[in-house]
């Protein structure tokens, strides 16, 4: 095979790959319609141009990792279309470097431009690339086995004789000529000729400098600064105030904060000591104690603010009492009758409300025996309907199956009608591709210079920010003297009229500090004696409420017991509820016989009626989808010849919709 055949089944791939359209065309059909064109091709070139075609067809996502890779990588300033011609190179290295061999796979490579084929190959056959995210990327579309066996394996075989194939062609890029090996006479061993060192001659002694004498070390550097000695002295003086203010503070502290314990407390602590752990019993076996019963009056603990307001409670109604004691002292009328009158009153009125109650839940069992006679009297009429609409469904059924016949034979004549109609709609399709390729040629042209020119502006920008980079970064390098020196005994110098050094102000702090904790043991023990006055109140309020509470618990209980009574003798006797009572056991017999009667043998006839109708349904849908597979048949079929079936589908769909809007009103 010589390298310009190569070169024109190369051309040919590209081309039929170019004119693809897999949305539109069939591979089959594409192939036929290509070699229409194509007369001179003979039946070894289309058979190469059919598989090639074909595998880069089903291979596509594998070629497409490659090709976006090198445009993404090394090939962005490489042209779009030679994508296609990137992707037949893939697929014959992949897939039939073996049937093919690195002699014809060169003659291929070598078919093309030099520096195109150089950097596809170069990042193609680069071996990092293909066992790293290559590999990664083929991994996620087919299985790890079937990548590592029916991709990596052959072309990592024949990789070695690849790469010499791609050093030759960066050799041919570079003029550079290939280095013939020559054949050599064998070197003839010889005795080394060494040169004779010679003697080496002895240096001259260095005279020793003579060292001048030093001065003597000053006393003063042996004598302590006079500074230091007065912040020593000051020191001394500070810790002896100190000493001397804690000493009078130990002696004026309060007797609650003596640590120390007496003699007799210590005694009273030892003796409590020895009684608890008398009591202990280690080897005991440890049991959960059982609950007591609950008491009739539990303590309630209370807080001072609840004390307080149950006391000014309790207070007011001794009040109260009182002045109510010394208005009937004065005359008054005892309210007790009234009370009375007014008890017996409100007893009518439960007893009323009672009977009320006991008429109404005895109304509404009523109205329930009602709704159910009335359910079960509709549930017989609904029965009544359902069998005559069966029937009418069962003619309605009748009419619609004639009805489909009649439109599918319309059906099948609107198709036929539609594929005579879509013969010159690839002849238009593929003049519209040549005009848009002309386009794309005439913009891919202005892109390459203006992008041109965009990097040159870019560089020159790049290189005025690096200038100025280094001149911060010298101006940034000169170091600074940034040291400050403290002195604590001095001022500011603002001139302001509280200005003090560090010092005087540690001074103040510390006579504030001890201000403070004067003025706060002052504010204590104010604190202690408001409490013990509180406590004392607070105890005064407790015993009266315990007495009152004794008090209202007595009459609370006297009054539950007449309230018991009472309710005992409450009877309801009222003859408008005797009678709903016995309305409503007369309604319960009528619906128990009624419900009796219309136990009665099954109706066999609805039944049969039932699955009639269930097996034409069954029939119908079976025909249905009969007819969609004939119909999708159909549709696959125009595809596989190059005929669009959009408009086809929008005819069908209008057709059906008008047919369902006209047989709308008769089944309904």
């Given at each position: 095979?010589?390298?310009?055949?190569?070169?024109?089944?190369?051309?040919?791939c590209?081309?039929?790959?170019?004119?693809?359209?897999?949305?539109?065309?069939?591979?089959?059909?594409?192939?036929?319609?290509y070699?229409?064109?194509?007369?001179?091709?003979?039946?070894?070139?289309?058979?190469?141009?059919?598989?090639?075609?074909?595998?880069?067809?089903?291979?596509?996502?594998?070629?497409?990792?490659?090709?976006?890779?090198?445009?993404?990588q090394?090939?962005?300033?490489?042209?779009?279309?030679?994508?296609?011609?990137?992707?037949?190179?893939?697929?014959?290295?992949?897939?039939?470097?073996?049937e093919?061999?690195?002699?014809?796979?060169?003659?291929?490579?070598?078919?093309?431009?030099?520096?195109?084929?150089?950097?596809f190959?170069?990042?193609?056959?680069?071996?990092?690339?293909?066992?790293?995210?290559?590999?990664?990327?083929?991994?996620?579309?087919?299985?790890?086995?079937?990548?590592?066996?029916?991709?990596?394996?052959p072309?990592?075989?024949?990789?070695?004789?690849?790469?010499?194939?791609v050093?030759?062609?960066?050799?041919?890029?570079?003029?550079?000529?290939?280095?013939?090996?020559?054949?050599?006479?064998?070197?003839?061993?010889?005795?080394?000729?060494?040169?004779?060192?010679?003697?080496?001659?002895?240096?001259?002694?260095?005279?020793?400098?003579?060292?001048?004498?030093?001065?003597?070390?000053?006393?003063?550097?042996?004598?302590?600064?006079?500074?230091?000695?007065?912040?020593?002295?000051?020191?001394?003086?500070?810790?002896?105030?100190?000493?001397?203010?804690?000493?009078?503070?130990?002696?004026?502290?309060?007797?609650?904060a003596?640590?120390?314990?007496?003699?007799?407390?210590?005694?009273?602590?030892?003796?409590?000591?020895?009684?608890?752990?008398?009591?202990l019993?280690?080897?005991?076996?440890?049991?959960?104690?059982?609950?007591?019963?609950?008491?009739?009056?539990?303590?309630?603990?209370?807080?001072?603010a609840?004390?307080?307001?149950?006391?000014?409670?309790?207070?007011k109604?001794?009040?109260?009492?009182?002045?109510?004691?010394?208005?009937?002292?004065?005359?008054?009328?005892?309210?007790?009758?009234?009370?009375?009158?007014?008890?017996?009153?409100?007893?009518?009125?439960?007893?009323?409300?009672?009977?009320?109650?006991?008429?109404?839940?005895?109304?509404?069992?009523?109205?329930?025996?009602?709704?159910?006679?009335?359910?079960?009297?509709?549930?017989?009429?609904?029965?009544?309907?359902?069998?005559?609409?069966?029937?009418?469904?069962?003619?309605?059924?009748?009419?619609?199956?004639?009805?489909?016949?009649?439109?599918?034979?319309?059906?099948?004549?609107?198709?036929?009608?539609?594929?005579?109609?879509?013969?010159?709609?690839?002849?238009?399709?593929?003049?519209?591709?040549q005009?848009?390729?002309?386009?794309?040629?005439?913009?891919?042209?202005?892109?390459?210079?203006?992008?041109?020119?965009?990097?040159?502006?870019?560089?020159?920008?790049?290189?005025?920010?690096?200038?100025?980079?280094?001149?911060?970064?010298?101006?940034?390098?000169?170091?600074?003297?940034?040291?400050?020196?403290?002195?604590?005994?001095?001022?500011?110098?603002?001139a302001?009229?509280?200005?003090?050094?560090?010092?005087?102000?540690?001074?103040?702090?510390?006579?504030?500090?001890?201000?403070?904790q004067?003025?706060?043991?002052?504010?204590?023990?104010?604190i202690?004696?408001?409490?013990g006055?509180?406590?004392?109140?607070?105890?005064?309020?407790?015993?009266?409420?315990?007495?009152?509470?004794?008090?209202?618990?007595?009459?609370?209980?006297?009054?539950?017991?007449?309230?018991?009574?009472?309710?005992q003798?409450?009877?309801?006797k009222?003859?408008?509820?005797?009678?709903?009572?016995?309305?409503?056991?007369?309604?319960?017999?009528?619906?128990?016989?009624?419900?009796?009667?219309?136990k009665?043998?099954?109706?066999?006839?609805?039944?049969?009626?039932?699955?009639?109708?269930?097996?034409?349904?069954?029939?119908?849908?079976?025909?249905?989808?009969?007819?969609?597979?004939?119909?999708?048949?159909r549709?696959?079929?125009?595809?596989?010849?190059?005929?669009?079936?959009?408009?086809?589908?929008?005819?069908?769909?209008?057709?059906?919709?008008?047919?369902?809007?006209?047989?709308?009103?008769?089944?309904?």
């Amino acid at each position: 095979m010589s390298i310009s055949n190569c070169g024109r089944l190369l051309k040919h791939c590209k081309g039929i790959l170019d004119c693809f359209d897999p949305t539109t065309v069939g591979v089959d059909q594409h192939i036929q319609t290509y070699f229409k064109d194509s007369q001179e091709l003979e039946e070894n070139d289309k058979t190469f141009i059919t598989e090639v075609f074909s595998g880069c067809v089903k291979h596509t996502k594998i070629m497409k990792v490659v090709v976006d890779g090198f445009y993404l990588q090394d090939g962005k300033n490489c042209l779009k279309v030679d994508r296609n011609l990137y992707t037949v190179l893939c697929y014959l290295a992949l897939h039939r470097l073996d049937e093919l061999g690195v002699a014809n796979f060169s003659k291929f490579i070598r078919s093309q431009d030099v520096s195109k084929m150089y950097k596809f190959s170069g990042f193609f056959l680069d071996e990092m690339n293909l066992t790293s995210w290559m590999k990664d990327e083929w991994n996620h579309i087919y299985e790890s086995s079937y990548v590592q066996v029916q991709l990596l394996s052959p072309i990592m075989r024949w990789l070695p004789e690849l790469q010499e194939l791609v050093g030759l062609l960066g050799d041919k890029l570079t003029n550079k000529s290939p280095s013939k090996t020559r054949s050599r006479t064998p070197t003839k061993v010889s005795a080394f000729k060494l040169t004779q060192p010679k003697p080496k001659s002895l240096p001259m002694p260095e005279e020793i400098p003579k060292v001048a004498r030093p001065r003597t070390v000053p006393k003063s550097n042996y004598v302590d600064p006079r500074d230091d000695r007065l912040i020593q002295e000051a020191k001394e003086r500070n810790r002896r105030r100190a000493e001397e203010q804690l000493l009078e503070a130990t002696k004026k502290q309060f007797t609650c904060a003596n640590s120390e314990k007496s003699a007799k407390v210590k005694g009273r602590m030892a003796k409590i000591e020895a009684e608890e752990e008398g009591k202990l019993q280690f080897n005991k076996t440890k049991a959960r104690k059982a609950p007591s019963p609950t008491a009739d009056h539990v303590p309630i603990k209370l807080n001072a603010a609840t004390i307080l307001r149950e006391g000014a409670l309790y207070q007011k109604r001794e009040e109260e009492q009182i002045k109510k004691l010394e208005s009937l002292e004065a005359g008054a009328k005892d309210p007790s009758q009234f009370l009375e009158w007014q008890q017996s009153m409100r007893q009518r009125d439960l007893e009323a409300e009672l009977a009320e109650i006991e008429r109404r839940r005895l109304e509404g069992k009523l109205s329930l025996e009602d709704a159910i006679l009335a359910r079960q009297n509709l549930i017989r009429e609904n029965k009544q309907k359902v069998d005559d609409m069966k029937m009418e469904a069962e003619q309605l059924m009748q009419e619609y199956v004639e009805r489909r016949l009649q439109e599918e034979e319309i059906l099948k004549q609107v198709v036929e009608e539609i594929m005579s109609g879509h013969e010159n709609a690839k002849k238009a399709k593929q003049r519209m591709q040549q005009y848009k390729k002309k386009i794309v040629a005439e913009v891919s042209k202005e892109s390459r210079e203006l992008l041109k020119q965009a990097f040159e502006e870019a560089e020159a920008d790049m290189k005025r920010k690096v200038e100025l980079i280094q001149q911060i970064r010298a101006i940034e390098a000169i170091p600074k003297d940034r040291t400050k020196l403290v002195d604590k005994t001095a001022t500011a110098g603002h001139a302001l009229l509280s200005e003090m050094s560090i010092a005087e102000l540690k001074e103040r702090l510390g006579l504030l500090r001890i201000s403070r904790q004067e003025a706060l043991e002052n504010k204590r023990d104010d604190i202690l004696e408001s409490k013990g006055a509180k406590d004392q109140m607070l105890m005064e309020k407790i015993q009266q409420i315990t007495r009152h509470r004794s008090a209202e618990g007595q009459a609370t209980q006297n009054r539950n017991e007449e309230k018991k009574l009472k309710q005992q003798k409450a009877v309801i006797k009222d003859p408008k509820v005797l009678k709903l009572q016995a309305e409503l056991e007369r309604k319960r017999e009528e619906r128990l016989k009624a419900s009796e009667e219309r136990k009665v043998s099954p109706n066999r006839r609805p039944s049969a009626r039932t699955a009639n109708l269930g097996r034409q349904k069954q029939s119908l849908e079976e025909s249905r989808w009969q007819e969609l597979e004939r119909r999708r048949e159909r549709q696959a079929g125009l595809q596989s010849k190059g005929i669009s079936t959009n408009v086809a589908g929008q005819k069908i769909t209008s057709f059906s919709s008008a047919r369902k809007l006209s047989a709308g009103p008769a089944i309904s």
